[in-house]
């Protein structure tokens, strides 16, 4: 059964430094998304990615956040100065369209992202 | 800002019993979801309901969406052990921008 896939399983980073987390959506879907979610908190989402831009974004995807789709499989998210509060669990998820507005996201294991 | 609120936040539940989260929010949309996430895990999605009125039902857990009370229900028939999880439901409004409930940490108790 397809899934999606991300790597690394865990980050460990210092504050400042960048970093880039990667995901392989299923491969016949065509939307795609990042959330995070701070421990034991709720899911937040980032950004959504369709036909090679932004769909949308949301207040936490700041000027520091960006998106790629570097190849026909891969989909990064990266931090370009991280902070301490960016330390979370960072989920990529991607979806096909249902055809009446709505998106079954499936969703990768997550990468947990700690900044010392 | 779009606000999504479930309860109750946490319930504690014996096998067997019957019980409903609520999930309310703030705005109109006709597109809800439920997930459900294990302790440490991912999120696997349970329901996808697009419509005022839709029910959907899986072994026994049953979703159902009133768009215009702004509220989803998940209704857990005769809970077992397994269910154990915590349960979120998501509204989208623009058709691509999730926005996440509070959570529901369920624990079945046998």
């Known amino acids: 059964e397809p899934e999606v896939t991300q790597t690394p399983s865990h980050q460990v980073t210092q504050m400042g430094q960048e970093v880039i987390l990667r995901c392989v959506p299923i491969s016949n879907h065509l939307y795609f998304y990042w959330y995070r979610q701070i421990l034991g908190q709720k899911v937040e989402f980032l950004v959504s990615?369709?036909?090679?831009?932004?769909?949308?974004k949301s207040e936490i995807f700041d000027d520091q956040f960006s998106v790629e789709r570097p190849d026909g499989s891969n989909f990064t998210l990266k931090i370009r100065s991280t902070k301490l509060e960016d330390s979370a669990m960072y989920f990529c998820a991607s979806s096909f369209y249902l055809g009446t507005g709505g998106a079954e996201q499936f969703f990768g294991p997550g990468t947990r992202l700690t900044v010392l | 800002e779009l606000k999504v609120e479930q309860n109750p936040l946490f319930l504690s539940m014996q096998e067997g019993k019957n019980y409903t989260i609520y999930c309310n929010y703030s705005t109109t949309s006709d597109r809800l979801y439920w997930y459900r996430q294990d302790p440490g895990k991912s999120l696997e999605s349970l329901f996808v309901l697009l419509s005022n009125g839709a029910v959907k039902q899986e072994g026994r857990l049953m979703a159902s969406l009133d768009t215009k009370a702004r509220l989803s229900t998940l209704h857990i028939t005769a809970a077992v052990h397994d269910l154990s999880a915590t349960y979120f439901c998501?509204?989208?409004?623009?058709?691509?921008?999730?926005?996440f409930g509070t959570g529901t940490s369920l624990t079945v108790i046998p």
């Open positions: 990615f369709y036909n090679n831009e932004i769909s949308e």
């Open positions: 998501a509204v989208d409004i623009t058709g691509n921008q999730f926005y």
